[in-house]
Structure formats: structure tokens, C-alpha cells
Nanobody, 124 residues
């Protein structure tokens, strides 16, 4: 059974940093491009960042460039999202997901496996 489990969320003040982790079981993450998405209350799920199978290519949503950093450790079967300078607008449930596409994509529908999400709340 494939499971992606996110951790590291929490309640922080604006300007703080958080590091989210995604641990996989039942699947070898090195076979997949990985992405992070988020969904705020009343809003659609949006792309945050993605990383290629080898980790040599990364993509970010424009509003996250320079503040967020995605990485992966294929030996540990994990993917991480380091977030800096958090803003109240970053409050959302954050999900990691795995895509089998040949290229790295930003579209949620192209991601096959999903975690249950971890809540990030940023207070002003």
C-alpha cells in the first residue's frame, strides 16, 4: 500500500520558518517527480513547488520563489519543503504528491499519489 505522510506543519508567527517533510512507504520515490501543493480554506489547491526524480530540476510558484526550497533524499525516500519568511497568506494545508510524468509538471491532476496533508498556520 502506497502512503505519503507529511509532517512538520504547525502554528508560527509571520516571518518564521518551517520545514515540511514527506515520507513514503510502499513506493520508491526516486521513480517519481515530486511536488508540493497547498489548499487554503475556500480556495482551490495550488501548486507550490516540484522536483525532478534526480533532484537536479526544481520549479516554484512565483509567489514562493526565493522563500521556499524543495529538496529530496532518495536514499531516505523523503521529500522536503523548507519555507522561510512565512506570511499569513501561506496559511493552508500542504500536500506532497508523486507524478509519473516524464517531465516535471505543475498541474495537480498529473499527480497520482497524495498525502493527507499537514496544516501550516501563520499568524500576523
Amino acid at each position: 500500500q502506497v502512503q505519503l505522510v507529511e509532517s512538520g506543519g504547525g502554528l508560527v508567527q509571520a516571518g518564521a520558518s518551517l520545514r515540511l517533510s514527506c515520507a513514503a512507504s510502499g513506493v520508491t520515490l526516486s521513480l517519481y517527480n515530486m511536488g508540493w501543493f497547498r489548499q487554503a480554506p475556500g480556495k482551490e489547491r495550488e501548486f507550490v513547488a516540484a522536483i525532478s526524480r534526480s533532484g537536479d530540476t526544481t520549479y516554484y510558484a512565483d509567489s514562493m520563489k526565493g522563500r521556499f526550497s524543495i529538496s529530496r533524499d532518495n536514499a531516505k525516500n523523503t521529500v522536503s519543503l523548507q519555507m522561510y519568511s512565512l506570511e499569513p497568506e501561506d496559511t493552508a494545508v500542504y500536500y506532497c504528491a508523486a507524478s509519473n510524468d516524464v517531465v516535471v509538471v505543475r498541474t495537480a491532476q498529473r499527480y497520482y499519489y497524495w498525502g493527507q496533508g499537514t496544516q501550516v498556520t501563520v499568524s500576523s
